[in-house]
């Protein structure tokens, strides 16, 4: 998919003449109609959206998007698809580009006229997704298409490519037959290892081999080249010198292969040699994992694909996707250990087609995945891996091994906001939303691993400690506190009921400490009374063996039947983390080798658990916010300064007042004599701030006077500030004192790949000085903006449960929501601070305001339909 210029018309007008005769009486409601180059031509000119869809150099699709209305929001759209292409989801494709195309460009709705026999069109505008309204016309019906996504399009939309991709991706993950190209008669090269690998693996399909200089490889016979095997295969393993690689690909391409996994390495290196395999690959439609990649694994007993050079893969139900084939090798030989299996295993290389976000698609409708995990170095559409992960996340857990997280990328960047914005705290806003498990090491994945394969979700955050040597249960219990767990007294029952069962010695509060000397039995029984506890989410029980006895060997016997879910922590344990269970039992306990691993695997588990009790919507849509007005303010900026730059405060109030924002009035002036009339029509104390060139935060410039009563005082501080600005001087800014209150930072930094990033901080003065602040993606959900609020630990003092002072929870987050609504429908703001915003009990208001605007990126035809 591409936008057209003028070159392309020819090819416009030979696919208009192209169509039967029917096809053109449904396109243009008459048969007669045969389009010229100079017709196609105007279809294409500078300022039209005009899309294509190409099979190779072919076109064979058409979209045209006419703005007609004088603000620029509503536009007419047609679509052609060539004949031999069409109920192939050709026509789907380029609605969906160009309605996100027009949406970036201002347009808020599509309108058409479709002639009532014209059943497949209308099926695509009916299955797309978006709101439809539909009337009778003088030729037909006329249709409206809402483009403010909704969480029916979004669904929609991942379902439509859940099946094609799939579908393209059976040829990878599910083949009927594979070749290895490359299949050499030398022990310990790659080609005879995966080849190999497959046969021992008793790979279910057809297996051939490509080497021109042996007759057999490992008992399979061998051609000379690609185009000498005797039949098209489903996925051809390339394992050959990497100047070769494009010239197989282009074998493969002609001989009807549909998949390739590239094994070499080296193509990344080489620019015009990758260049050249993605051309090929593009021609050809052909899906490809890597190049510089381990291979691809499937489970499943009617495939048993096992096309990697590393050991066997062991069979379980957890997915796994990695760009590193060390990562993909460790986390193997782990779930190993720990009883675990993969279901499927992509090592996805240098990741040049097949993605996280394709595996993600293909786990969502694979009964066999109960668990992904993923280790991704980057993301070349983040925005979609937040829907494919949230979807998925909602029927498994997805984990994750963050990698990159280094601040040496950070951006020297003017606001408040933007400082903060650090790569990793972009991905984290990311993973949150999206319902992912991050973690910085394998080990720690592993360890939670074991926790969620093992042991049900807790009900909450209340936390039972119990050990058999008091430090130990101290130890256990600080790091559940530190993990953000709760560690609260016992209930008098429970506390009686284990004071009946263990010695006098005992300690019964929380961390409960048994004793050197009670027995395993005891001590199962001891956990059982607190599994049993309605007050307890989660039972960590600790255990050292003593001369006495060692209680460790009750432990997974306590974790049967109903009951909160039990960890165990065994301080003499050599591995960091084992599975173990009761003889005979099904149920398994995670059994840590040191509290701090435990605590933190099951702090994730809490998480997990939140997430999903939390409503799903996609985003928020506030009331009473005029885009139209809003998207004038920017266009007119960008239209006189190109370049972009930081807005002027009444651009800055105008934009904030179209999303309903609550501002404070502001007055500009020009001349100290200005501001003293300002102030009289405000009548009441004041603070004047100065404009001045290059200057952004005008407090730590020295540029702001606060508390201004009385013509002379007023007069007195703009005189000042004139002089210490001199003629970088452009004016003051006139506003009324505030009503003092908690001062918080509402702001919006845009990464050209994430989108726009949202944060909540403390503002004021101490925003230099905190650096603990919440992150979100836009768009926003109500639950994001609700979890911003105490997700930091100000946040959580002014809003959470326990708060001293009175504060309009409610306004903030209205804020917050808004603020994620401009950064969402404006993708020309770079930048944006609001600080302070003083929260007050009965409100909130906006006492200052920076906003940088940029001319947006159109972005990606990949990024296609996206909510932004």
């Keep these: 998919m591409r936008e057209l210029d003028d070159g392309d018309g020819p090819l416009v007008a030979a696919l208009h003449r192209d169509l039967p005769a029917y096809d053109r009486y449904l396109r243009f409601f008459s048969a007669g109609v045969v389009p010229t180059d100079e017709v196609a031509l105007r279809a294409t000119r500078p300022g039209d959206l005009s899309l294509g869809a190409f099979r190779g150099d072919r076109l064979v699709g058409v979209a045209r998007c006419v703005v007609t209305a004088a603000d620029g929001t509503t536009a007419e759209v047609a679509l052609a698809v060539a004949h031999p292409e069409q109920a192939r989801g050709v026509g789907t494709l ?42 009778s016309g003088d030729d037909g019906q006329h249709v409206e298409l809402d483009l403010d996504p909704v969480n ?44 190999r690998r497959l046969l021992d693996g008793g790979f279910t399909g057809r297996v051939a081999a490509v080497n021109p200089h042996a007759a057999q490889v490992c008992g399979v016979a061998c051609h000379a080249s690609v185009a000498e095997l005797p039949e098209p295969v489903d996925l051809a393993v390339v394992c050959v010198p990497a100047s070769a690689v494009p010239d197989v690909a282009e074998q493969c391409g002609r001989r009807g292969v549909r998949a390739l996994l590239v094994v070499t390495s080296g193509l990344s290196a080489d620019p015009p040699l990758a260049s050249r395999l993605l051309d090929v ?8 994992v890597g190049p510089n990649c381990l291979g691809v694994a499937n489970t499943a007993p009617a495939v048993q694909l096992d096309a990697t050079f590393a050991g066997p893969a062991p069979a379980g139900d957890v997915g796994v996707v990695t760009q590193s084939g060390g990562v993909a090798i460790a986390v193997q030989e782990q779930l190993r250990r720990l009883g675990l299996g993969v279901s499927t295993m992509v090592s996805a290389g240098d990741k040049y087609d097949v993605s996280g976000n394709d595996l993600l698609l293909w786990w969502h409708g694979d009964d066999r995945t109960r668990m992904a995990v993923l280790y991704l170095e980057s993301f070349g559409n983040p925005r979609k891996f937040s829907r494919f992960a949230r979807r998925l996340a909602r029927r498994i857990p997805v984990l994750t091994v963050r990698s990159g997280s280094s601040a040496a990328g950070q951006r020297a960047v003017a606001s408040h906001t933007a400082a903060t914005a650090t790569p990793r705290v972009t991905r984290d806003a990311l993973f949150r939303q999206a319902g992912v498990l991050a973690v910085d090491r394998v080990d720690e994945l592993v360890e ?89 989410d989660a039972v960590v029980a600790v255990t050292v063996p003593t001369a006495l006895t060692d209680p460790c060997r009750g432990v997974a016997g306590a974790a049967t039947g109903a009951g909160a879910p039990l960890l165990a922590v065994r301080l003499d344990q050599p591995e960091h983390v084992v599975a173990v269970a009761a ?12 509290p701090a691993p435990a605590a933190a695997a099951l702090a994730h588990a809490v998480g997990r658990a939140r997430w999903l009790a939390r409503p799903h919507e996609v985003a928020a849509r506030p009331s009473g916010v005029d885009a139209v007005r809003a998207s004038g303010v920017v266009a007119r900026f960008l239209a006189a300064r190109p370049q972009g730059g930081w807005l002027d405060a009444r651009d800055v109030e105008d934009l904030l007042a179209a999303f309903g924002l609550p501002i404070l009035p502001t007055a500009t002036a020009a001349t100290p004599q200005e501001a003293v009339a300002a ?75 994430f989108g726009p990033l949202v944060t909540v901080g403390l503002g004021g003065t101490a925003t230099d000085l905190a650096v603990d602040r919440a992150h979100r993606l836009a768009p926003l959900s109500s639950a994001d903006a609700q979890d911003m609020l105490t997700d930091f630990a100000a946040g959580a003092r002014l809003f959470g449960p326990d708060r001293a002072s009175p504060v309009d929870r409610d306004a903030i987050h209205d804020a917050v929501i808004r603020v994620g609504r401009l950064a969402e429908l404006l993708p020309e703001v770079a930048e944006l601070d609001l600080n302070p915003v003083i929260a007050g009990p009965h409100g909130c208001v906006v ?19 996206l909510p932004c």
């Excluded at 160009?98 to 505008?125: F, K, T, Y």
């Design 94 to 135: 380029l609605l969906e580009h160009v309605a996100s195309r027009a949406r970036r460009r201002g347009v808020r709705r599509l309108v058409a006229d479709v002639l009532a026999e014209n059943s497949r069109m209308r099926q695509v505008i009916a299955d797309i997704g978006l709101p439809v309204r539909w009337s």
């Design 152 to 195: 029916g399009y979004l669904d929609a939309l991942a379902e439509r490519e859940e099946r094609a991709d799939v579908t393209s991706l059976t040829a990878v993950l599910a083949p009927r037959s594979v070749a290895v190209v490359g299949a050499s008669r030398r022990a310990g090269s790659v080609g005879n290892a995966v080849l």
């Design 281 to 288: 690959t593009r021609r050809y439609d052909l899906r490809m």
């Design 448 to 536: 939670l691993v074991a926790t969620l394969s093992c042991q049900p979700l807790p009900a909450g955050p209340r936390v039972a400690v119990i050990s058999n040597a008091g430090g130990a249960g101290v130890l256990a219990a600080d790091a559940c506190v530190a993990h953000g767990l709760e560690v609260s007294p016992l209930s008098g029952r429970t506390q009686r009921a284990l004071r009946r069962l263990l010695p006098a010695a005992a300690a019964t509060g929380n961390p409960v400490d048994t004793s050197a000397a009670v027995t395993p039995e005891v001590f199962a029984t001891a956990i059982s009374t607190l599994r049993a506890d309605p007050d307890v």
């Design 583 to 594: 003889p005979g039992a099904t149920v398994r306990v995670p059994s840590f080798a040191d």
């Design 679 to 753: 102030y009289r029509g405000l009548g009441r104390p004041v603070a004047v701030k100065a404009v001045a060139e290059g200057v952004v935060h005008k407090a730590a410039a020295g540029g702001v006077r606060l508390g201004l009563s009385g013509a002379d005082a007023v007069d007195r501080a703009a005189g000042e500030l004139a002089a210490a600005f001199g003629p970088r001087l452009r004016g003051f800014l006139v506003q009324p004192m505030a009503t003092p209150g908690p001062e918080l930072l509402v702001g919006v930094t845009s990464d050209a790949i």
């Design 847 to 865: 006492i200052d305001a920076r906003i940088r605007v940029a001319a947006a990126a159109q972005g990606d035809p990949a990024l296609r339909a």
